[in-house]
C-alpha cells in the first residue's frame, strides 16, 4: 500500500508560481510512475506530468514550458513547480503513484492516489 500526500496548493494570481509537493510512504516509492493530475468543478479529472525513476518524464500540452515534475527519491516526494499560472490551470492538483516504472498518461491506470490539493488561479 502507498500512502501519498499533497500539500502547496492555494489562491494566487495569474502569472504567480506555486510548488506542489506529493510526499509517498509505504512500497518503494523509486519503482514507480508518479503523476500529476488536475480536475476543475464540472470537468473529467486531466493528466498533467509524469515522471519515472530514470527522471524521464511527460506533460499535457497545456502545461509544457511552465510546469517542470520532478522527483526526489530519497524523500519520497515528487514537486510540480508551477509558473506563469493562469485561470484555467485553476482545480484539484492531485498526485498518484503507479505501480510500473512505466511511464503513463492514463489515470486509469493509476493505482492510489492523493486526497488533491486545491490550486486557484485569479485573474
Known amino acids: 500500500q502507498v500512502q501519498l500526500v499533497e500539500s502547496g496548493g492555494g489562491l494566487v494570481q495569474a502569472g504567480d508560481s506555486l510548488r506542489l509537493s506529493c510526499a509517498a510512504s509505504?512500497?518503494?516509492?523509486?519503482?514507480?510512475?508518479m503523476g500529476w493530475f488536475r480536475q476543475a468543478p464540472g470537468k473529467e479529472r486531466e493528466f498533467v506530468a509524469a515522471?519515472?525513476?530514470?527522471?524521464?518524464?511527460t506533460y499535457s500540452d497545456f502545461v509544457k514550458g511552465r510546469f517542470t515534475i520532478s522527483r526526489d527519491n530519497a524523500k519520497n516526494t515528487i514537486y510540480l513547480q508551477m509558473n506563469s499560472l493562469k485561470p484555467e490551470d485553476t482545480a484539484v492538483y492531485y498526485c498518484?503513484?503507479?505501480?510500473?516504472?512505466?511511464?503513463?498518461?492514463?489515470?486509469?491506470?493509476?493505482?492510489?492516489w492523493g486526497q488533491g490539493t486545491q490550486v486557484t488561479v485569479s485573474s
Open positions: 509505504g512500497r518503494t516509492f523509486s519503482r514507480y510512475a
Open positions: 515522471i519515472v525513476w530514470s527522471d524521464d518524464n
Open positions: 498518484a503513484a503507479r505501480a510500473s516504472p512505466i511511464i503513463s498518461r492514463s489515470p486509469g491506470l493509476y493505482d492510489y
